[in-house]
T-cell receptor
Framework: QKEVEQDPGPLSVPEGAIVSLNCTYS??????FMWYRQYSRKGPELLMY????GNKEDGRFTAQVDKSSKYISLFIRDSQPSDSATYLC???????????FGQGTTLQVKP | GAGVSQTPSNKVTEKGKYVELRCDPI?????LYWYRQSLGQGPEFLIY????????DSGLPNDRFFAVRPEGSVSTLKIQRTERGDSAVYLC????????????????FGAGSRLTVL
């Protein structure tokens, strides 16, 4: 079993839809939770990060962490065709630089 | 530089050959990471450096893989006796050292080196 599980999709939604992306994990030592976005043939770029449990909002994006359930989510409101990409969750413990990534979910937003 | 630079962007080699992949991190970033990403998968951790030393090399799959960072800046990932299963995109990332101990470890990635072993 992988430390971080993420449904690979693909997920296809119409423009303007609310998108929900999720990851589960098994390592209770994870303290930092991140979402990266990766366009085709590009490196991942950081969207958001959250420390421990709670919510964080940044524009159309909201990240949620539920450590009791070992479950994290990313919500995208008013999705746009430019949001079409692969979304990767990533996690780390408190005293390591090592990030563990999920498989990535491919999202397509149709105009 | 402004971002993480990786060369070559594409490398095609034959099974059994030796390959070197280079990473030039963001100026001032003391931590450097190598990941491998196979098609349809997330990045898989290989190794990371704090300065010149390898802080964690637990992800290197076997002794054919080796990485160095002799002056604490540029790093080279070396793969000996390449196999077809080594075909993947090799991603390099860098981060500020103090982020690791005082907050989230924000990695900035390069575009990757795509390795194809025939």
């Amino acid at each position: 079993q992988k430390e971080v599980e993420q449904d690979p999709g693909p997920l296809s939604v119409p423009e303007g839809a609310i998108v929900s992306l999720n990851c589960t994990y098994s390592n209770s030592a994870f303290q930092y939770f991140m979402w990266y976005r990766q366009y085709s043939r590009k490196g991942p770029e950081l969207l958001m990060y959250t420390y421990s449990s709670g919510n964080k909002e940044d524009g159309r994006f909201t990240a949620q962490v539920d450590k009791s359930s070992k479950y994290i989510s990313l919500f995208i409101r008013d999705s746009q065709p430019s949001d079409s990409a692969t979304y990767l969750c990533a996690m780390s413990g408190s005293n390591t630089g090592k990030l563990i990534f999920g498989q990535g979910t491919t999202l397509q937003v149709k105009p | 530089g402004a971002g993480v630079s990786q060369t070559p962007s594409n490398k095609v080699t034959e099974k059994g050959k030796y390959v070197e992949l280079r990473c030039d991190p963001i100026s001032g970033h003391t931590a450097l990471y190598w990941y491998r990403q196979s098609l349809g998968q997330g990045p898989e951790f290989l190794i990371y450096f704090q300065g010149t030393g390898a802080a964690d090399d637990s992800g290197l799959p076997n002794d054919r893989f080796f990485a160095v960072r002799p002056e604490g800046s540029v790093s080279t990932l070396k793969i000996q006796r390449t196999e077809r299963g080594d075909s993947a995109v090799y991603l390099c990332a860098s981060s500020l050292r103090d982020r690791i101990y005082s907050g989230a470890n924000v990695l900035t990635f390069g575009a990757g080196s795509r390795l194809t072993v025939l």
